[in-house]
């Protein structure tokens, strides 16, 4: 198996504490890794360090070089009617389908194709949330990284997260999934901190 995604004994240190150290784990492509631990255990941390955004403090750490991040901020211009912010952001994807295109299916597959033009201050907490979800599906990337990706998400958003990430899955695409709360994961390698 090649993997898509993997760490070998990887550490993080944080503000001079060590949160973890040999965290190990590779995923081939459909594959998904589920990130568990009580509160400030690192969970965060571990996602960020795949992101690219937090450097290891030891350990290899294998990503593809297009990855997409799903964290607390949506990083979505507020000011922005909902499609043209996602637009912004997928004009710079190394994605064979046209931005255009792919904003349209992810915003029908989170379920706000009939708000696209509505300002992205003006959305619900859950409608931010899904909107966060589509900038991941229209990003075309192989590797998903979501942090509390139920969060502020109704019973039924969480059946369309769940649906998405098997959808990704199943066209090769890999997922790392920090939570605290439940969330379907079929076959997810456990990565259990604290
Ligand atoms: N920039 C930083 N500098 C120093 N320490 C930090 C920094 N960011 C986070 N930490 C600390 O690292 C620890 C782990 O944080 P992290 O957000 O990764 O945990 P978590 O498991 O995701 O927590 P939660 O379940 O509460 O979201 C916490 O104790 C936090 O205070």
Redesign the pocket.
Known sequence: MTPVFAFRDVACL??G?M?FEHVSFAVAPGGAVLVS??????????I?IAAGLLRPADGAVTVPPHRALMAEAAALDAARPLGAALHFWATLDPAPASATERVAKALDAVGLATIAAVPVRLLSTGQRRRAALARVVASGAPLWLL??PGNGLDVASVGLLEALIATHRAAGGAVAV?T?LPIALPDAMPVV?G
């Open positions: 944080r503000g504490r949160l631990g009580p509160n400030g255990v690192g969970k965060s941390s571990l960020r942090d509390e920090a605290h901190l």
